[in-house]
């Protein structure tokens, strides 16, 4: 079911938004492209920050704008939280002011968000006495996160919230983001042009290119379409959603599928619990094939596995070679040189040597 419909038309000097979407009403969809393909003018269209000429957004059963019926609800009326890239925090405020500043602006007939609950979940507790100034980047971003939901926003948008943090400080805050993700019943529009961000986060993923609609769907079945512009192929690669199953006692972690098949994966072992849910990305990269299963190589992770399609990938000599293992998609790159040579084609069944495997986390 799709919870969230917007259309958006809208052109400025060479620059032209066309944008029609229809995202699902739980969990993180992302809009992923370049600096300046429209994603957040498309946030700010939603918060109606900006009031666009030719319009229609809805969220649920509440219609934010349509220009045809010229209906437009201003943004102090949307019950959404608005996270931008920097915390925008009142300095003269405590972190606990900060949190109440918008509450307490609320109607009183507005739902109440349970903050002990929201400043858990975010690890904020101990911060609340303090002021800006004595807060890491990420503590000051998980304020502003917090300070949103306090709103009890029916959709939280996110607007590149890391961009402005080291990668340490990300690394912070990411753990923190998956937990909302996983805890939080309201969906969340979620902006970055960052392809690890949306590994980790996204459920449903939108590529956005020169203002244009590219893909939009699931994020496997996104990230395994071969139709997309060279753009998007150049780090190529799918995301598993797998239990952590087993520690060995050399020093590897086994992981399943979650699927009925269990595809099972070797990784260098994590701090997380047996039986936790984790996520993997498999690049194209990293990906090479076989005719059959070898027997006498240092590649640990072989799978059989089924060709489904073949393109020509984005650097020259090259195939992005979809498959299915089991039931898990996986994508291949290699030369044309060795398809040629293994004589490939699709529906063959080939062994898929996966070289790495990146734990997020």
């Known amino acids: ?5 917007i259309r958006l038309c809208w052109s400025r000097s060479e620059f032209q938004l066309d944008v029609a979407l229809q995202l699902p009403g739980q969990g993180v969809s992302a809009l992923f492209g370049p600096s300046g393909c429209g994603k957040t003018t498309c946030l700010r269209a939603i918060a109606g920050l900006e009031k666009l000429p030719d319009a229609y957004i809805a969220i649920g059963d509440e219609v934010w704008q349509d220009s045809a019926r010229n209906i437009f609800i201003p943004p102090h009326q949307r019950a959404l939280g608005y996270v931008f890239q920097e915390a925008s925090l009142f300095p003269h405020l405590s972190v606990e002011q900060n949190l109440l500043f918008g509450v307490k602006r609320l109607p009183p007939q507005h739902p109440k968000a349970d903050q ?25 971003q998980r304020v502003a996160i917090a ?15 890391l961009s402005a943090l ?37 459920d449903h993923l939108v590529l956005l290119q020169q203002g244009k609609v590219v893909a939009s769907g ?57 039986g936790s849910s984790v996520r993997c990305r498999i690049d ?38 979809k498959l299915q ?21 699709s529906g063959m069944t080939v062994w898929a040597q996966i070289k790495a495997v990146a734990l997020l986390e």
Request: glycine share 4%; with cysteine; aromatic share 2%.
């Open 1 to 5: 079911m799709h919870d969230i419909e």
């Open 116 to 140: 002990s609950y929201i400043c858990q979940l975010l690890g904020i507790q101990s911060l609340l006495q303090r002021h800006p100034h004595q807060l890491s980047g990420g503590e000051r």
């Open 147 to 161: 300070r949103a939901l306090l709103l009890a926003p029916r959709i939280l948008l996110m607007d590149e919230p």
């Open 166 to 202: 080291d990668q340490a400080r990300k690394q912070e805050i990411l753990p923190y983001l998956e937990r909302l993700h996983r805890q939080l019943s309201i969906p969340i529009i979620y902006v970055s042009h960052a392809a690890d961000e949306v590994s980790r986060l996204a």
């Open 218 to 274: 699931a994020l496997n079945e996104t990230l395994t379409r071969l139709d997309l512009p060279a753009d998007f192929t150049e780090q190529a690669g799918v995301v598993w959603e797998m239990t952590l199953h087993e520690l060995e006692d050399d020093g590897l972690a086994e992981l399943k599928t979650k699927t009925s098949d269990q595809m099972s994966l070797l990784v260098a072992q994590t701090a997380q619990a047996l």
């Open 284 to 321: 194209a990269r990293d990906v090479s094939l076989s005719l059959h299963k070898a027997v006498d190589s240092s590649i640990l992770n072989l799978l059989p596995a089924t060709i489904t399609g073949m393109v020509p990938a984005d650097t020259p000599g090259h195939l992005l070679i």
């Open 325 to 345: 293992a089991g039931q898990q998609p996986l994508l291949a790159r290699i030369t044309q040189r060795s398809a040629k040579a293994l004589q490939l084609q």
